[in-house]
């Protein structure tokens, strides 16, 4: 429908000439829309509603701490369910992080992560540290500070020049995409890391305060899980130079690839901050964090008396996001779903490579899978895909347009019937772009 033929709305987005079916409810792994569609929701929204929809024991504590209390704000008071989720997420991390820092969303805890990356290098007198490192394609928010620091040219180029200089770029870490031929997994790794070097050794160590990087890169390339020894040979280079490793995991983390962080699955190597957001709270309530590793703390505090940490946004640690999260997270735990994530996530994956003779590649970690298309007669086909899907019942994530690609990351709980019933959507709407 053209701009002109859009019926006014006062949603600005719509108004703008984006025509969407209204969702009206939620139950499962469906979404039912006002005309009464059942839809997947093939892959949570953006890879957030990781329990599904409807789950009673996440609405009834969102429904008691809201009669209970809502509001109390962080600057003069704490609550039991921002404690409890801190201490738990504490708990389920292997003694990786100290502590826990709320906020409401994924590039608000990236922002914050920046700030507290820089306040680590000025208490620790090294004010000059100011440069970032991340990567080209890799996504970080969409503030003009985490357009910066990621690099999705879309979303990025009309906002030019963005706020920041300090964010410099290196390649992704795509290895079946990008490895020259012949070239072994770990020469290319090798090639990676000297690359990131020879940046440091650009800019100048001295100057480096973190090297920013989605263990799966997620939104733009569609979950390119980072090549082995890659993320060993960042934490290598960040000790040798003095500068912080940041991982964002608010797409690939909270068990999307089948262990609570993802870099669990990837070589085990811990960073010294991470932030988390999407499947924190799967999307019955906005929240996101940051988990703090010890270092960063204990620096931060010893200069606190001369140089307090001032960064504050009026909803973090909101009792009812913080009350949603910790239900959220205490089903995952309890009904044991990142073993369901592990085993449909090898369902989903076997069911896709065999459903078309028109894919170049499935790729992923759990139930964090992209189907990227051969390249058939020169013009991409993912975003006719990604709408005959939404016709036909299933919501699957459309990559950005530097891969022809569609991300599945359905609901944790999705059994293999409905898989099934997803991968046949999927192949139908296939055919139907291609017939
Ligand atoms: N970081 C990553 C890796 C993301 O995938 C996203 C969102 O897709 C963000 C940050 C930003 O999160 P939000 O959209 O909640 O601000």
Known sequence: MSAEATPPSAIFHRSLGKVYPTAVSGQGIYLETKDGKQVIDGSSGA??????????????????????????????FTSNPAEELAELLLSQSAG???????????SEAVESAIKLARQYHVS????????FISRRYSYHGNTLGCLSAGFNPPRREQFAPLLSQAFHHVSPCFFSRDASPGEAESAYVDRLLQEYEQKIQSLGPKTIAGLIVEPIGGATLGSVPSAEGYL?????????????????????????????????????VAPDLQTIGKGLGAGYQPISAILVGRQVHDSIKASQDVLPFVSGHTYQGHSIGCAAALAVQKVIIEQGLLANVEAMGKCLRSQLEASTPHLKEVRGLGLFLTAEFKAIGGSPISSRVAARCLDNGAAVYLCSSAVDAVMFAPPFIITEEEVGKLVEIFVLSVNEVLL
């Open 96 to 106: 990786a992080f100290h502590n826990v820092m709320f906020l409401s969303s994924g």
């Open 47 to 76: 890879a957030v509603s990781c329990l599904g929809h409807g789950h009673p024991a996440v609405i009834q504590a969102i429904v008691e701490q809201a009669q209970r209390m809502s509001f109390a704000h962080t600057s003069f």
């Open 124 to 131: 620790n007198r090294q004010p000059e540290r100011i440069n």
């Open 232 to 268: 060993t040979g960042l934490r290598r280079l960040c000790d040798k130079y003095g500068s912080l490793l940041l991982f964002d995991e608010v797409m690939c983390g909270m068990g999307r690839a089948g262990t609570l962080h993802a870099w669990q699955s990837l070589g085990n």
